[in-house]
């Protein structure tokens, strides 16, 4: 079956570095998204990754390992605004997009 | 969590027809619905926001005549593609919040479209 693995839920400190992990199992593979999604909102677009690696934009990274079904986000700096939570989503063959349960992070000063 | 129905989840349809695809939350009213399209290998796009009862508020850049959404109940939100074009092929993913300031959104499984 297809699955996407994130831990639930993780703290961190403002100004510090975390990091929050995604494992996968897809029926092909098309790329996998990293959303933030405040309570209440839309999730927001953060990142796209088809290609093994790291990618870098401002305070946020993102990783993709596709012969390990892994990815993570990476956030630096933290801010008390990224409070929220960071769903990994995986894009299966046929373009169906594979959700994660999502990760609360919660930024403590 | 709550479950968000979206469907068809596959449709081909001519150039010049109109598709619609519903989707529905069947647990919980839905007050504020979301419409996304995603193109391949790019991030997913917010076309429109809706609220039920309301006329729903377009992205910059989305035609609202082409993409007609209705929001009637706080259970049925509708997009319809009208007169398709190839360009219109695309995958569409739907997402249903609650009531309540808090409440978290819940994505439907999207609908590929492929017009033809």
């Known amino acids: 079956g297809q699955n996407i693995d994130q831990p639930t839920e993780m703290t961190a400190t403002e100004g510090a570095i975390v990091q929050i992990n995604c494992t996968y199992q897809?029926?092909?593979?098309?790329?996998l998204f990293w959303y933030q999604q405040h309570a209440g909102e839309a999730p927001t677009f953060l990142s796209y990754?088809?290609l093994d690696g790291l990618e870098e934009k401002g305070r946020f990274s993102s990783f993709l390992s596709r012969s390990k079904g892994y990815s993570y986000l990476l956030l630096k700096e933290l801010q008390m605004k990224d409070s929220a939570s960071y769903l990994c989503?995986?894009?299966?063959?046929?373009?169906?997009?594979?959700w994660g349960a999502g990760t609360k992070l919660i930024i403590k000063p | 969590g709550a479950v968000v129905s979206q469907h068809p989840s596959r449709v081909i349809c001519k150039s010049g027809t109109s598709v619609k695809i519903e989707c529905r939350s069947l647990?919980?009213?839905?007050?504020?619905m979301f419409w996304y399209r995603q193109f391949p290998k790019k991030s997913l796009m917010l076309m429109a926001t809706?609220?039920?009862?309301?006329?729903?508020?377009?992205e910059q850049g989305v035609e609202k005549d082409k993409f007609l959404i209705n929001h009637a109940s706080l259970t049925l939100s509708t997009l319809t593609v009208t007169s398709a074009h190839p360009e219109d092929s695309s995958f569409y993913i739907c997402?249903?919040?609650?009531?309540?300031?808090?409440?978290?959104?819940?994505f439907g499984q999207g609908t590929r479209l492929t017009v033809v």
């Open positions: 997402s249903a919040r609650g009531t309540g300031g808090d409440t978290e959104a819940f």
């Open positions: 647990d919980f009213q839905a007050t504020t």
């Open positions: 809706s609220n039920e009862g309301s006329k729903a508020t377009y």
């Open positions: 897809t029926s092909g593979f098309n790329g």
């Open positions: 990754n088809v």
């Open positions: 989503v995986s894009v299966d063959s046929n373009y169906q997009l594979i």
